[in-house]
């Protein structure tokens, strides 16, 4: 059975400081992705990493796939409370509709 | 363009009823994915429907089924509701691409609640 892991669970800071969410597997998968997700909505993708080693950067938040691409990284730097949401990251083994997601990460910024 | 349209919103009902829930997907897109969002258990994939077909399935129950019509549209049922079943069921559609990574878009969801 494929797990995506995700740490921590919870994480609340304050406004202006950095932090960085990790997604683990023992599967290798051949995408990995992130997903915010806000109260009431669906989750809106922010980034699809396809290559080991591949580094993102969207803004504020840069996302790195593992050399193995079993693992990947979510860094936000400065945060500010608009990026307050569940971050979910989602792994595929094919391109189908087929995702295992982590079981997320719930991020509260603080003014 | 239109985004991922899922009825009803909400929905409340009683053990044992069944439910339907409706799901249109971006146009042009063929693939549809339903997926059970529980704060215990986070995204579970329930099935995946591609011209009419199911392509993939997850480990539910057979009480959960889904089909897709011509137009890509497609409902997920869920019948003899149990008190576990109260969730946010999302769908999410794709246009379905043979190489690299495959986008989902998802709707809102369909919140339901069994009592």
């Known amino acids: 059975t494929q797990l995506l892991e995700q740490s921590p669970q919870f994480l609340s800071i304050q406004e202006g400081e950095n932090l960085t969410v990790y997604c683990n597997s023992s599967?290798?998968?051949?995408?990995l992705q992130w997903y915010r997700q806000e109260p009431g909505e669906g989750p809106v993708l922010l980034v699809t990493v396809v290559t080991g080693g591949e580094v993102k950067k969207l803004k504020r938040l840069t996302f790195q796939f593992g050399d193995a691409r079993k693992d990947s990284s979510l860094h936000i730097t400065a945060a500010q409370p608009g990026d307050t949401g569940l971050y979910l990251c989602a792994g595929s083994t094919r391109n189908t509709g087929k995702l295992i997601f982590g079981q997320g990460t719930t991020l509260q910024v603080k003014p | 363009k239109a985004g991922v349209t899922q009825t009803p919103r909400y929905l409340i009902k009683t053990r044992g009823q069944q439910v339907t829930l409706s799901c249109s997907p971006i146009s042009g897109h063929r693939s549809v994915s339903w997926y059970q969002q529980t704060p215990g258990q986070g995204l579970q994939f329930l099935f995946e429907y591609f011209s009419e077909t199911q392509r993939n399935k997850g480990n539910f129950p057979g009480r959960f089924s889904g089909r897709q019509f011509s137009n890509s549209r497609s409902e997920m049922n869920v019948s003899t509701l149990e008190l576990g079943d109260s969730a946010l069921y999302l769908c999410a559609s794709s246009r379905d691409i043979t190489s690299g990574a495959n986008v989902l878009t998802f709707g809102a969801g369909s919140r339901l609640t069994v009592l």
């Open positions: 599967s290798v998968f051949s995408s």
